[in-house]
Nanobody, 128 residues
Framework: QVQLVESGGGLVQAGGSLRLSCAASGRTFTNYAMGWFRQAPGKEREFVAAIRSITWGGGNTYADSVKGRFTISRDNVKNTVYLQMNSLKPEDTADYYC???????????????????WGQGTQVTVSS
């Protein structure tokens, strides 16, 4: 079992920045691929960013809508994954969720159904 706790959400003006954190506990963090997803009111959940485990190359993947503005990273000592969000736009307003899945060959890191563990979410509101 993996427990995930997000933090760092809040209210920010357009153009501003926020850094979300997701603290993981319960299993060997380094073996897990980590993802960030978001869900805006009345919309489907969507992929934001993912980072693979070191074993599987540690690579990052981003949604086109956030590429160049968001950066995902992980600290394998602190068992924490981060999402640095810059140049925020009102359309980034959503609840942001951290997710984890034991990394493996063929993992579709952009697909929510791949992830077995989810945090409770943190709200991000970007005002215009």
């Amino acid at each position: 079992q993996v427990q995930l706790v997000e933090s760092g959400g809040g209210l920010v003006q357009a153009g501003g920045s926020l850094r979300l954190s997701c603290a993981a506990s319960g299993r060997t963090f380094t073996n897990y691929a980590m993802g960030w997803f978001r869900q805006a009111p009345g919309k489907e959940r969507e992929f934001v960013a993912a980072i693979r485990s070191i074993t599987w190359g540690g690579g990052n993947t981003y949604a086109d809508s956030v590429k160049g503005r968001f950066t995902i990273s992980r600290d394998n000592v602190k068992n924490t994954v981060y999402l640095q969000m810059n140049s925020l736009k009102p359309e980034d307003t959503a609840d942001y969720y951290c997710a984890a899945d034991r990394d493996h060959y063929g993992l579709e890191e952009t697909a929510g159904y791949e992830y077995d563990y989810w945090g409770q979410g943190t709200q991000v509101t970007v005002s215009s």
